[in-house]
């Protein structure tokens, strides 16, 4: 009887501590702030360059979520050594979680302004053929790469692999759409 008196009391202490400290653990709306502030400068990056302010505004809520729960205590995560590498890692980690919840997501990567200015896709395409387009070219991707951190880590910095995705953007085009591609001088021409 005195054991269960004991490990009720230590129990109950327990919980009294954690209540009393959760308060102290959660961050406060001024350093999530400045957490989203830091994130802007992530803004020229692949991936996040595309997004509405609307849509960064989500994506960097999300980034901060995902470090205040992984480090409650918001000095602590400040005074850390390489904080900023710890911020850039959860910021690729965020982008490759929304790549693999949605392959419409690569709309941000690859902007259809941007494949229409490359010579990739033709100009006043409806909504419903650029969905095609990027799932088909999602496939295309997941097909050839390992994982989406390969693929991001391939679009952010391989020549190689530039082409690469190129031609998976091309294949894509020319299946949806019967085009002919030639490539005259470098220069790609959709027929």
């Known amino acids: 009887m005195i054991k269960k008196g004991l490990l009720l009391i230590i129990a109950a202490a327990a919980v009294i501590v954690s209540v009393g400290c959760s308060k102290e653990h959660r961050w406060s709306e001024r350093e999530r702030a400045e957490l989203r502030k830091e994130l802007r400068a992530y803004r020229d990056m692949v991936y996040l360059d595309n997004l509405a302010e609307l849509e960064f505004d989500n994506f960097s809520g999300d980034v901060v979520e995902a470090i205040e729960f992984d480090y409650p205590i918001y000095t602590t995560f400040v005074e850390m050594p390489g904080q900023g590498d710890t911020v850039e890692v959860y910021v690729v980690s965020t982008i490759v979680e929304e790549l693999n919840a949605d392959p419409h997501n690569m709309r941000n990567i690859y902007p259809y302004p941007y494949l229409v200015s490359e010579g990739i896709l033709p100009p006043d395409l409806n909504h419903q053929a650029q969905r095609a387009f990027y799932e088909c070219f999602s496939h295309k991707v997941k097909r050839f790469y390992p994982s989406?951190?390969?693929?991001?880590?391939?679009?952010?910095?391989?020549?190689?692999?530039?082409?690469?995705?190129?031609d998976m953007q091309l294949e894509c085009a020319a299946d949806l759409f019967d085009w002919g591609i030639i490539e005259v001088d470098e220069t790609i021409v959709v027929e």
């Open 148 to 166: 989406t951190a390969a693929f991001f880590n391939a679009v952010v910095g391989d020549v190689a692999d530039a082409s690469q995705i190129t």
